[in-house]
């Protein structure tokens, strides 16, 4: 079936740097894309979205980027911090329902 | 404060022992949604309601009800509960599915035993 996927389970950067996490969904019929953060303990937390007549849209510190040719969305954190330290979702609404990806564990050292 | 509140936070009960979770939101969304999360299966979605009375299936609807007599509330029944439902459950609620961003409470960790 159609599914949202992430490339790396983990990715360890130090702070201060930009962090860069990707996925690619398979699903080539959604129109709108979101990034999500959890925290130990929490519930996902929305970051960001964007929709797919959008190539990129820019929050506070974070950006998405969406590649409908090749199915690609990224986030890209700037200036790292501890506090980024989550996992991070992608999702896509499809119809009625948000599919979800797997994740990815951000781990930021000072 | 917006919020999505789940209860119970933690639970332990046996296989076969009707249970209920409930969730609440004060946004007055019309889309709500119950997931599970297990780990490297990500968060699947369970059921979803457009609005009262109307609930349809999600991905993984199977051994759960749910209803949806109140905007408010959409509480998740497990009749019998089996082991392979131990996981950790969200609700979220957005003004619509084809809406903004989705609000999760913060989990109600299950295990039956």
């Known amino acids: 079936g159609e599914s949202v996927g992430l490339h790396l389970p983990t990715l360890s950067v130090q702070e201060g740097d930009n962090s860069i996490i990707n996925c690619a969904y398979s699903n080539s019929a959604s129109d709108y894309f979101i990034w999500y953060k959890q925290e130990s303990g929490k519930g996902p937390q929305f970051i960001i979205d964007i929709r797919s007549n959008m190539d990129k849209r820019q929050g506070q510190r974070v950006t998405v980027l969406l590649n409908k040719t090749v199915k690609h969305l990224s986030l890209q954190i700037a200036a790292t911090q501890p506090g980024d330290s989550a996992v991070y979702f992608c999702?896509?609404?499809?119809?009625?329902?948000?599919?979800f990806g797997k994740g990815t564990t951000l781990s930021v050292s000072s | 404060e917006a919020q999505v509140t789940q209860n119970p936070r933690y639970l332990i009960t046996v296989t076969g022992k009707k249970l209920t979770v409930t969730c609440s939101q004060n946004?007055?969304?019309?889309?709500m949604s119950w997931y599970r999360q297990d780990p490297g299966l990500g968060l699947r979605q369970i059921y979803y309601s457009m609005n009262v009375e109307v609930t349809d299936k999600g991905d993984v609807p199977e051994g759960y009800k749910v209803s949806r007599k109140e905007k408010r509330n959409f509480p998740l029944i497990l009749e019998s509960p089996s082991p392979n439902q131990t996981s950790l459950y969200f609700c979220?609620?957005?003004?619509?599915?084809?809406?903004?961003?989705?609000?999760f409470g913060q989990g109600t960790r299950l295990t039956v035993v």
């Open positions: 979220a609620s957005s003004l619509g599915p084809q809406g903004t961003e989705a609000f």
């Open positions: 946004m007055n969304h019309e889309y």
């Open positions: 999702a896509e609404k499809w119809r009625t329902a948000l599919i």
